[in-house]
């Protein structure tokens, strides 16, 4: 198994908060306390290497996380990781309900209708307010599928595929 396939990206971190060096991310692995329970994080350099990253502590704060890294206590020390991305090991993750998945499992499924035909591929996940919206996209074109449970029918990982049940005239967009 290679060292990618070992990753997950948990998240990115969208801010300082406050000014003793703590950071709000936004969370993609499952419930935001999923990720207090890591000692450390890996977080990606704009070079694309991972550095591992001792943690104090990560709190859920509404749907994000206040994380604190054991070496950093300043704002100034921390304002060159904001809009980097967090990845963990997943032997350190909690195993997820058999209705919730991690972010990097779902990017790169196949989605299909019920009817079986192919919409294309899920290539990004945008964060709202109210729930997730999948990007599909298929020859150039991408279409917004929310991640509603009445649209997702299923995900299998296995054969890397989620089939949906578009609302009428979504494609026609």
């Known amino acids: 198994m290679s060292q990618s396939s070992k990753l997950l990206l948990i998240g990115k971190i969208q801010a300082t908060q406050g000014i003793r060096g703590q950071l709000r991310v936004i969370p993609f692995a499952g419930d935001a306390s999923s990720i207090s ?17 001792p943690m104090r502590s990560a709190k859920a ?7 604190t890294l054991s070496q950093f206590d300043n704002i100034n020390q921390v304002l060159h990781l904001v809009g980097r991305e ?3 090991e997943r032997g350190q993750l ?10 990097s499992d779902l990017l790169g499924l196949e989605v299909v209708s019920q009817e079986g035909e ?3 591929e899920l290539v ?3 964060e709202t307010g109210s729930n997730d919206v999948y990007v ?3 020859e ?3 279409v917004l599928v929310p991640a509603l449970e009445d649209v997702v029918l299923s995900v299998d990982l296995e054969a890397n595929r989620m089939t949906v049940s578009l609302p009428e005239g979504l494609l026609d967009l």
């Open 37 to 53: 329970l890591l000692d450390h994080v890996l977080i990606k350099a704009p070079s694309g290497a991972l550095e591992s990253f």
């Open 61 to 67: 704060h509404g749907k994000r996380v206040i994380l």
């Open 86 to 88: 967090i990845y963990a």
């Open 94 to 103: 909690p195993e997820l309900p058999d209705d919730e998945f991690y972010w």
């Open 118 to 120: 192919v919409l294309g």
């Open 124 to 126: 990004d996940i945008i």
């Open 136 to 138: 599909v996209r298929l």
């Open 140 to 142: 150039g074109r991408e």
